[in-house]
């Protein structure tokens, strides 16, 4: 079930097993909330490398010290 | 705050950043680190789950990246290219990790019993303004950062540097299938981390 799922989100299933898998969905609430929630999980992991990541400055000094160009910072 | 005692901003573009790198110029160098660290600096936080070890990498990335800046080809950007660097570093780095460890994995490669979803509470209706906020960001990156490493160094690979599951599984020297089911446990790992965290934000008239 799970690997369909995931297939699913992937948009990787075969035609036939996705008829399967939306027939069953349409009776079963907890796999519907289940593939909701995984698939928006997977939408927001997709958005983090937008987001910016602040380097410490004592790792940026470091850095510098590590590739003897210190006297730039 | 320090202001940096020499101009780092005499490169008009990249191209003119390349030529000073090939020259070997100090100043591009240092160039290159302000630009690109902070960058290079976050892939390898996603892929070591560790900052100690992600600085480690970064150190490993640019040293290895002025050392070998005379095989860099303009077809790629600098980015692509020091990107590569850093994925490369990280897996030599986990690598080596790895074989000073006593394997105390299971065998990962099938779907079994524990990957049945445990918590069914309702979270796709969680505010769409909120989903992407600076909290849940770090709760994200938390979670991330806390599976198993045989679990997120797939995952990272696949689902945030822009890899395929093929080239992921090439990369790490594992079959595609069981890169795959890594992928898919990962995945279902973090729903079930982020599940507790979004259903207890959501608000009651939110939830239908
Ligand atoms: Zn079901």
């Known amino acids: ?73 | 705050m320090t202001i940096p005692p020499i101009d780092l901003s005499i490169y008009a573009d990249e191209e003119a950043l390349l030529q000073g790198l090939r020259r070997g110029e100090r100043h591009a160098c240092a160039c290159m680190l302000k630009h690109f660290a902070s960058r290079v600096y976050a892939v390898a936080l996603r892929m070591m789950g560790d900052p100690q070890e992600a600085e480690e990498v970064l150190q490993d990335t640019f040293i290895s990246a002025c050392k070998n800046i005379a095989h860099f080809e303009s077809r790629s950007s600098l980015a692509t290219w020091l990107h590569r660097i850093a994925v490369n570093a990280a897996l030599m780095r986990l690598r080596k990790r790895k074989r000073y460890e006593v394997s105390i994995d299971a065998p990962i490669e099938t779907l079994e019993g524990e990957d049945i979803p445990r918590q069914i509470e309702d979270w796709r209706h969680y505010p769409a303004d909120r989903l992407l906020d600076a909290e849940t960001r770090q709760v994200l990156q938390e979670a991330i950062a806390a599976l198993p490493e045989t679990l997120r160094t797939v995952y990272v690979l696949r689902e945030l540097e822009g890899y395929s599951t093929q080239e992921a599984a090439e990369m790490l020297h594992i079959s595609e299938n069981a890169a795959k089911v890594r992928l898919h446990r990962a995945r279902l790992a973090l729903r079930e981390q982020l599940t507790p965290y979004f259903a207890g934000h959501v608000a009651p008239e939110a939830a239908v």
Not at chain 1, 1 to 26: I, K, Q, S, W
Not at chain 1, 29 to 40: E, F
Not at chain 1, 53 to 63: C, D, F, I, K, N
């Open chain 1, 1 to 73: 079930m799970l690997t369909l799922l995931n297939d699913y989100v992937d948009g990787a299933l075969a035609p036939e097993l996705c008829t399967a898998l939306e027939t069953h969905l349409a009776a079963c609430q907890n796999c519907q909330i289940v593939l909701d929630t995984l698939r928006k999980t997977v939408y927001l992991v997709q958005q983090l490398p937008e987001a910016p990541v602040a380097l410490p400055e004592e790792v940026e000094q470091r850095l510098f010290a590590a590739l003897a160009l210190a006297d730039f910072l």
